[in-house]
């Protein structure tokens, strides 16, 4: 994706040389089970720290963040730009819309955080806070995608999962997110997780529409890059990689065939209104 020189946002806070140790994961083990459950955590977030800190005896050992590298810096102005993309696209559809679109922070940390949804790991993955309309990253996440997940990687799968996060701010703003935990009431199990399926396929969707209006940044093989990593975070694919079978009822994100096509719809379509999750994967 072009980036080099654009406007970046004001609205990233950097933790990553300033707060929070990393959690030490017992081999790394426990951190990869609790990351395949939780990847693009959305509304699904989960406050894990407490199930951390009872696996280790109790008492969570941390180290102290490192100085930030040169690489790092290079990274961290990459997310600026791209939320500032991600700021100007979504200010426009919102206006032409008649709404306001009220930007959100993006947090990024080492380890582990704190946040008005609790605390959270690195092992968490990406996730969206609703209670402080927040995006939380550890970017070292990103080396997990393609070494454990199978993904491509490149620039643009980390602009993807910016984009989807940022779609779960969306449905906050519009009063989805709200909505679906209210249907989720009094649910089974698997009718709950429908929801929240539709949900997640609802927030590709908004990244896929997203990538449609910023096709004059984009570069030759990054819609690739999103569709493999939209493929390694699959229900069906973590379960399969982990597991050896899968269990549908109890998938929260969706499937890898579903989360590519609902990116490509929005990418395709670039019309806010294509993306009623909700009836149509009924």
């Avoid at 399926?197 to 819609?223: M, P, R, T």
């Amino acid at each position: 994706m072009k980036w080099l020189g654009r406007r970046q946002s004001d609205n990233v806070e950097d933790r990553r040389s300033v707060s929070g140790g990393k959690a030490v994961l017992g081999g790394g083990i426990i951190g990869v089970i609790i990351l395949l459950v939780n990847v693009f955590g959305g509304e699904n977030a989960k406050v894990i720290t407490p199930i951390l800190e009872q696996l280790q005896g109790g008492q969570p050992q941390t180290e102290t963040a490192a100085p930030l590298s040169a690489e790092d810096k290079e990274l961290g102005d990459f997310v600026k730009v791209t939320l500032a993309y991600t700021e100007d696209i979504w200010g426009k559809i919102f206006e032409e819309n008649g709404m306001t679109y009220k930007e959100p922070k993006l947090v990024l940390f080492r380890g582990s955080v704190q946040t008005a949804c609790g605390g959270a790991s690195s092992a968490s993955g990406p996730f969206y806070c609703p209670g402080d309309q927040k995006v939380y990253m550890d970017l070292d996440f990103f080396e997990e995608l393609k070494t454990k997940f199978g993904a491509k990687g490149g620039d643009f799968a980390i602009a993807y999962v910016i984009a989807h996060e940022i779609g779960h701010h969306v449905q906050t703003l519009l009063g989805t997110s709200a909505k679906m935990r209210e249907a989720q009431e009094g649910k089974s199990e698997a009718a709950a997780n429908k929801l929240s399926v539709a949900l997640e396929l609802q927030a590709d969707f908004y990244a896929g529409v997203w990538a449609h209006y910023n096709k004059q940044n984009l570069d030759e093989g990054d819609i690739e890059e999103a569709l493999s990593a939209a493929h390694a975070v699959g229900d069906d694919a973590i379960q399969s990689k982990m597991q050896g079978h899968v269990v549908p009822d109890s998938f929260t994100h969706g499937t890898s065939e579903q989360r590519m096509y609902w990116f490509k719809k929005g990418y395709n379509s670039g019309d806010i209104h294509q993306g009623n999750t909700f009836d149509e994967i009924r």
